[in-house]
């Protein structure tokens, strides 16, 4: 893939840091690349972040579903393994929603379900917020 950064060659960089300017002052070039480089790192970041959220929506909605299924098919109690998967999460995005899934003891689905529709509402305006 061609870089659409042009290459610059020494001589080039020299005349460059002389003539390069920046509002009323002159301003080194390697000054402006270091400006253009930390900008690219913020926008990588952000994007970085972005995708996190959308990955942790993802998971959700995947849940979610497996949850609704199971109701759907007249399964009330959600398997250990399924609530142990999301408690791990839920301890890192919402310490109290993890306290809530922990405190239903019977694993019912319903409860499993309210609390990762909870869940949504938290991650939403993060994911909102990354967008923007």
Partial sequence: M?????TITNIEFVIAREIYTKGSGKVPLSQAVREIQHK???DAERH??????????????????????????DRRVVPEPLVREIA???RTVDPKLHRS????????ASRVLDVLFDVQEV???RAAEGAA
């Fill in 48 to 73: 970085r972040r972005m995708l996190a959220r959308r990955r942790e929506m993802r998971r959700v909605d995947g849940w979610l579903e497996a949850v609704e299924t199971m109701l759907e098919d």
């Fill in 88 to 90: 791990g999460f839920l």
């Fill in 123 to 125: 991650l939403l305006p």
């Fill in 40 to 42: 690219a790192d913020l």
């Fill in 101 to 108: 899934l922990l405190r239903n003891r019977a694993r019912e």
């Fill in 2 to 6: 061609k870089s659409y950064i042009p």
